[in-house]
């Protein structure tokens, strides 16, 4: 239990690292994009519902546990399918001149 | 967690860890193909394997007996997911803050879940993290949905103020911090979760009720911050470290922006949420109407514009609310026809979320290296011939860089009053959000075009020959 402590605070700095070092290099064109990305990819907190849902110790448990899927589901999909909306519109001129 | 089916299963236990390897691999290069709009969509694919190898390896899972709802939950969200991904592009901004509601509704729901199953039995750490998950993810919840209901225009966008206001909340925020002490200290006392939960969900309406909408920008990306905090807190609670890294990176994109956010604003975060920012100030809405100003039409307008070489489009909130984009493409393009060189200059905070502007630009077909950003641009507007600015009023004062006692001052602006002719589209000579005076406007060189960004680009491009 401990060593998994640290090695998830390890794990977590780590990931900070890189995010910053990823994100920096976003260009401000496409931050709105980013945004609704990482939004998308947050909801990998849908493992947490699932598991909650499927293992079902309690009903209480797993009442919240639909709710958290629902939830986080509308964020995968919906956040996928409007960040490549967003993405298809940015078009260079080069091609066409 | 059931040490006896623990060895059982070990090989699929395994096989889990290894796809949730694959899928955080995934997930950072998501997120580093989005640097460029040429890898960007990369990024967007790399994210779907990702995430559905994720969900797909949970499923998986030793401890699952039941399949029936993750399905039918997994499939009544789809359903409200995919609306949610077709909404209009001038409705992003209120969609991307009901996203960060639902990813931190998600989280304190499974934290409250996961306090009711383990109670009396929680360790510190966990109950540390566990409280913090639960916080994190309620005050994100009910404050990106009073964000969500400001933008749409549901709630006033004005802020809402009162006196004691910055003590009420700071105190809000004291006692759920205590609630948490205390239950780290006696995980056996579940009389007390429930004030866990409730005290942040009070205090996330309490926060945002005096952000006005000009602090937007830097809101959304600070709750976007919160929610990938709360969603690593969850990590630690459940151990997975697949959910640790992702909430660090969601976590970090958010800070990223909040900061860039408020650099664009001069302003701290304790300033913004704090501060109740965009206030009318009203001794100073009399005395501006006696100074002249001089107006101009469409046609004088389209003249001016025909005739010079290099054009500056300034866009801001007001061009997204009159759904202006599009006849500023029209613009752009009767413009372009006639050979003059024709760029946008996009301040960060130039509407109400970050990137805003690019968007929309992007949604109505503009070219992506025709949007400029500001420290790019600023030195080009001393050779620009005709800087137009159409609903952008506080990035473009520049009170901002000469007036000490405004309270803008010392925020970066566009350069706008360096051009040999600065034109400006709005409504009346009220006073913007901020509510705060612009000297732009009695300028010699600026020309005030009154009337709705909409109509009056279109009536330009009429004039130009160009219109429809």
């Not at chain 1, 780590?14 to 980013?34: D, K, M, N, Q, W």
């Not at chain 2, 709802?69 to 995919?82: D, N, P, R, S, Y």
């Not at chain 2, 807190?233 to 992702?246: E, N, Q, R, T, Y």
């Not at chain 2, 968007?359 to 050779?383: H, K, Q, S, T, W």
Request: glycine share 10%.
């Amino acid at each position: 239990m401990n060593s998994n402590l640290i090695d998830g605070l390890f794990i977590f700095m780590l990931a900070c690292f890189i995010g910053f070092e990823v994100i920096r290099h976003v260009s401000p064109l496409l931050h709105t994009p980013l945004m609704s990305l990482t939004n998308a990819l947050d909801a990998i907190a849908v493992v947490g519902a699932i598991v909650l849902v499927g293992e079902h110790r309690s009903n209480f448990a797993a009442v919240l546990g639909v709710i958290a899927i629902i939830a986080a589901t509308s964020n995968v999909v919906g956040g996928f399918l409007i960040t490549d909306r967003m993405l298809k519109m940015f078009k260079s001129s080069r091609p066409t001149k | 967690m059931i040490a006896t089916t623990m060895t059982e299963f070990a090989g699929s236990q395994h096989v889990i860890e290894v796809i949730y390897l694959v899928a955080s691999a995934l997930f950072i290069l998501s997120l580093k193909w989005m640097s460029s709009p040429t890898t960007a969509r990369h990024g967007i694919w790399a994210g779907e394997i990702g995430m559905v190898l994720a969900i797909a390896g949970t499923l998986l899972h030793r401890g699952i007996v039941d399949y029936t709802w993750i399905l039918i939950a997994l499939v009544l969200g789809t359903g409200i997911g995919i609306p949610l991904g077709r909404v209009k592009m001038t409705a992003v901004p209120q969609r991307t803050a009901l996203s960060h509601a639902f990813g931190a509704l998600c989280v304190t729901l499974v934290g409250t879940a996961e306090f009711y199953l383990r109670t009396p039995d929680v360790p510190k750490f966990m109950m540390s993290v566990l409280s913090m998950e639960v916080i994190l993810g309620g005050l994100t919840f009910t404050g990106s949905l009073m964000a969500a209901g400001k933008l749409q225009e549901i709630l006033p966008q004005r802020p809402i103020t009162y006196k004691g206001q910055n003590i009420v909340n700071l105190g809000l925020l004291g006692i759920a911090i205590a609630v948490a002490v205390y239950l780290v200290m006696h995980p056996e006392a579940k009389q007390f979760f429930p004030l866990l939960v409730g005290i942040p969900l009070i205090f996330g309406v309490f926060m945002v009720i005096p952000i006005g909408g000009a602090d937007m920008p830097t809101v959304i990306s600070l709750l976007n911050s919160y929610a990938g905090l709360s969603a690593a807190a969850m990590g630690f609670v459940l151990d997975s470290k697949l959910l640790i890294i992702a909430g660090a990176l969601d976590g970090s994109s958010g800070l990223i922006l909040s900061i860039i956010m408020s650099k664009a604003m001069n302003r701290s975060f304790a300033n913004v949420l704090f501060g109740a920012f965009g206030q009318v100030q009203p001794s100073a809405a009399g005395a501006q109407e006696a100074k002249p100003v001089r107006s101009a039409t469409p046609e004088e307008a389209a003249a001016i514009l025909a005739a010079a070489n290099k054009v500056v489009i300034v866009p801001g909130y007001g061009m997204a609310v009159a759904q202006a984009q599009h006849k500023v493409r029209e613009l752009y393009d009767s413009l372009a026809k006639k050979g003059v060189d024709v760029r946008f200059a996009i301040h960060p905070v130039a509407g109400r979320m970050p990137g805003h502007m690019n968007v929309l630009l992007a949604e109505a077909d503009i070219p992506y290296d025709r949007l400029i950003e500001m420290d790019e641009i600023n030195g080009d507007f001393p050779a620009t011939d005709v800087a137009l600015i159409i609903g952008a009023n506080d990035v473009t004062n520049p009170a901002a860089r000469t007036d000490q006692s405004s309270p803008i001052f010392g925020m970066p602006i566009l350069d706008v009053d360096r051009a040999h002719t600065v034109m400006v589209i709005k409504r009346s000579m009220n006073p913007g959000f901020a509510g705060i005076d612009n000297p732009l406007y009695y300028l010699d060189q600026t020309l005030m075009l009154f009337g709705d960004a909409k109509q009056f680009v279109g009536g330009i491009v009429r004039e130009l020959g160009g219109g429809h």
